[in-house]
């Protein structure tokens, strides 16, 4: 047995430990609304991941629903 480097392979493919456990919730933007928030993401010294996950964290808050469990 080996010892993990890190670069873990998914079923299909490699798959980011960030990404363990988590999956893609996709949306279509305009171009100019896109590259907004990679700047924010930019200005904060974040990521987009980051930044889109807290703001829907935040909605869902504001919104009084909970997290469902998985």
Known sequence: MQPSSGWE???D??????????????VHVDP????AVKQLALDERTTVQELLETTVQDLVKRKKRPRPKP
């Not at 493919?13 to 996709?26: C, D, F, H, W």
């Not at 100019?32 to 590259?35: G, K, V």
């Open 9 to 11: 392979m998914a079923a």
């Open 13 to 26: 493919g490699y798959k980011q430990p960030s990404r363990e456990g988590k999956v893609a919730l996709t």
């Open 32 to 35: 100019e609304l896109r590259l």
